[in-house]
Every structure is written in C-alpha cells, then in structure tokens.
C-alpha cells in the first residue's frame, strides 16, 4: 500500500491533503519535492511569497496584495507557510470550489481576523487588488470602478450595509454569490 515515491511527505499529511484538495498523491509528491527544493527550510516567508507571487503579476505590483495572500493562508499565524498551508493555498486560489474560494476570500477581506469585514478592510484589500491591475487595463474600467475607492464603495453597497457596519461570513458568501458584480470585483484575473 505504501507509495516510496511519497519518500519525505509524512503519509499523514498525504492522506490530509488527498482529501482536502483536488490534487492526486502524484501531483502532491511532485509539488512536495519542489517545495523541498525551493524552500530547503520546509518553510515560505513572507518575502519568498511576496516574490514568488509577484512573478505571477510582472506588469503590476502585487507586493500589497501578496502580503494579504500570505496573512489569510498562514493559518498558524507563525510568519510562514509550511508545504500543508502552501498546498491548501494552491488548491483554493486554483482549483477549490466557488464557496472554498469565497470563505478563503473572507479570511482575506478580514484583515484584522475578528470574524467580520468593515468598509475599512474592503477599502484596504480592494486598494491591494487594484495594484494588480495594469495601468492599460485601469484605463478601460467603468467609471464606477476606476479607482480603488470607487471598486471598494461599489462592493459594499452589494451588501447593503452602512459606513461603520459589518459583515459576517455569511453573508459575504451569499452577497457575492448573489452578484456576479460582486465576485468580478473581489478578484482580478489577468488576461480577463
């Protein structure tokens, strides 16, 4: 039954990341051995993320927003990720489904991980996104959402709530899922 391809991955966190994600054992050992080899240490920190991620975005700067991306998967809040945390990354930001994705988006409008999103914080995080958005593709955006302020302001009124209210899980899952608006502008995708 034992797989010796799986050589360093413990098979407990085999086994975890098996059921938790899409990826197969082949495709978690592969990612595994890459890892080692980028990150001797077993360990990202957050510069290695923050450059790593920016690679992604060569036209933008995304050191904003990769700080962000960090904070929300490093669950133990120990200033890295180890291979677990980076797979669970992969997988939500890639291949998770749509509410897997959305309570990931949650965790990272929540800046302060109090449970709830305040205006303040979609103002922050929709400041990060628009960093990532190259000045070409600005230029072509509608009025209402040509700026930071206008994308974070359009957003929040998805949710019908006041200046110094918030929202709870919940209810940013079913806002967006509710407003295709809402989910264009709590991401960007390059080439889109």
């Not at 036209?59 to 809040?77: I, K, L, M, P, W």
């Not at 200033?79 to 980076?86: H, I, N, Q, R, S």
């Not at 930071?148 to 110094?164: H, P, Q, V, Y």
Request: proline content about 3%; hydrophobic content about 30%.
């Amino acid at each position: 039954m034992g797989n010796t391809k799986s050589g360093a991955v413990s098979k407990e966190i085999l086994e975890d990341l098996k059921l938790n994600t899409k990826f197969s054992e082949t495709e978690i050992v592969q990612w595994y051995d890459n890892f080692k080899r980028q990150c001797p240490t077993g360990r990202i920190s957050k510069e290695e993320f923050q450059s790593i991620y920016s690679k992604f975005f060569p036209e933008s700067d995304a050191h904003t927003y990769a700080q962000h991306v960090f904070r929300s998967f490093d669950t133990n809040d120990d200033g890295t990720l180890d291979f677990k945390e980076y797979i669970i990354a992969l997988h939500m930001t890639s291949t998770g489904k749509t509410t897997r994705k959305l309570e990931w988006a949650f965790s990272l409008f929540d800046v302060d991980k109090n449970g709830y999103i305040t205006k303040s914080e979609v103002k922050e995080i929709c400041t990060a996104i628009f960093k990532l958005i190259p000045k070409d593709e600005q230029d072509e955006l509608p009025d209402d959402e040509n700026t930071a302020e206008k994308r974070a302001d359009k957003l929040w009124n998805f949710f019908e709530k006041g200046e110094t209210e918030r929202v709870a899980e919940g209810e940013f899952i079913k806002g967006v899922m509710e407003n295709e608006g809402a989910l264009r502008l709590i991401q960007y995708e390059p080439g889109k």
